[in-house]
């Protein structure tokens, strides 16, 4: 069991958080009618309700939902948790295109200091608390245990410095760590999301990951806004395929610590 994480000591800024939920989840290669990933369920309680307790618990202003594959569950499921007041949904009509889509259906949500997430990570309250508190306006939850493959999305350094953040990076560099897939922006930096999605969606691009919208945005900040929090050691699985499915209720659920009273 890792060591808690010392918690800064300064006031948390009201901040909003934003989430992809829009996707059919279809690397899960699951039966058609499979629900959507955020209404998993580990311990009774679906994805969508641990991010709600969790973000309430660390004192998110609200929720902004991007729906699009069986909206209407995920709808029911707000409505059943009595989470209407707390979690709002925004139609990603051609979320089906990839999740870029999702994003670019949510551009208008960009507006001011964020809390960008994928909704498909099971995860430790502490790791979020991490990151809330890491002190940087704009910053990356990684993990330096990098699981093996391709798929993991991997924040690159050099001398210290986040030089390339992709799955398939391209940048000279010493070390790397893997984006847990929550990642705080400031208002400086969403202000600039709709313009570098922009040119992709209009040329209809769908060979792109979501991410490479914040690599075009690091490489044109000289390498000065972002920063990491380091949630090494803390449980988490991002769930994307059959195996990361069955590790999240075998491993990851057992060690998650229940939030406190």
Same mark, same amino acid.
């Given at each position: 069991? #890792?060591?808690?994480?010392?918690?800064?000591?300064?006031?948390? $800024?009201?901040?909003?958080?934003?989430?992809?939920?829009?996707?059919?989840?279809?690397?899960?290669?699951?039966?058609?009618?499979?629900?959507?990933?955020?209404? *998993?369920?580990?311990?009774?309680?679906?994805?969508? !309700?641990?991010?709600?307790?969790?973000?309430?618990?660390?004192?998110?202003?609200?929720?902004?939902?991007?729906?699009? @594959? !069986?909206?209407?569950?995920?709808?029911?499921? +707000?409505?059943?948790?009595?989470?209407?007041?707390?979690?709002?949904?925004?139609?990603?009509?051609?979320?089906?295109?990839?999740?870029?889509?999702?994003?670019?259906?949510?551009?208008?949500?960009?507006?001011? %200091?964020?809390?960008?997430?994928?909704?498909?990570? *099971? @995860?430790?309250?502490?790791?979020?608390?991490?990151? *809330?508190?890491?002190?940087?306006?704009?910053?990356?939850?990684?993990?330096?245990?990098?699981?093996?493959?391709?798929?993991?999305?991997?924040?690159?350094?050099?001398?210290?410095?986040?030089?390339?953040?992709?799955? !398939?990076?391209?940048?000279?560099?010493?070390?790397?760590?893997?984006?847990?897939?929550?990642?705080?922006?400031?208002?400086?930096?969403?202000? !600039?999301?709709?313009?570098?999605?922009?040119?992709? +969606?209009?040329?209809?691009?769908?060979?792109?990951? @979501?991410?490479?919208?914040?690599?075009? +945005?690091?490489?044109?900040?000289?390498?000065?806004?972002?920063?990491?929090?380091?949630?090494?050691?803390? #449980?988490?699985?991002?769930?994307?395929?059959?195996?990361?499915?069955?590790?999240?209720?075998?491993?990851?659920? $057992?060690?998650? *610590? #229940?939030? %406190?009273?």
């Amino acid at each position: 069991m #890792p060591e808690p994480i010392a918690i800064a000591a300064y006031r948390r $800024p009201a901040i909003k958080a934003v989430m992809l939920a829009a996707g059919i989840g279809a690397r899960l290669k699951k039966a058609a009618g499979f629900p959507p990933k955020i209404l *998993l369920r580990f311990g009774g309680k679906t994805l969508l !309700q641990r991010h709600v307790e969790i973000l309430r618990h660390l004192g998110i202003g609200e929720l902004v939902l991007g729906v699009g @594959y !069986q909206a209407h569950n995920i709808r029911r499921e +707000i409505a059943d948790l009595g989470a209407g007041d707390f979690v709002r949904t925004v139609d990603c009509p051609e979320h089906a295109k990839g999740a870029p889509y999702t994003m670019w259906g949510l551009r208008a949500e960009f507006n001011g %200091p964020v809390l960008f997430m994928d909704g498909d990570v *099971l @995860y430790d309250h502490r790791l979020m608390a991490a990151l *809330l508190d890491c002190g940087h306006q704009t910053c990356f939850a990684m993990d330096r245990k990098v699981r093996p493959g391709d798929d993991p999305v991997k924040i690159c350094f050099r001398d210290g410095r986040i030089v390339d953040f992709h799955k !398939q990076p391209t940048a000279l560099h010493d070390d790397f760590a893997e984006w847990v897939g929550f990642l705080r922006l400031s208002a400086e930096v969403t202000s !600039q999301i709709e313009a570098a999605l922009r040119p992709y +969606i209009e040329a209809g691009r769908t060979d792109i990951i @979501y991410e490479q919208v914040f690599r075009d +945005i690091l490489h044109g900040s000289a390498h000065g806004t972002f920063d990491t929090a380091d949630i090494t050691g803390l #449980p988490w699985t991002e769930i994307d395929f059959p195996h990361d499915l069955e590790f999240a209720r075998a491993t990851i659920f $057992p060690a998650l *610590l #229940p939030l %406190p009273e």
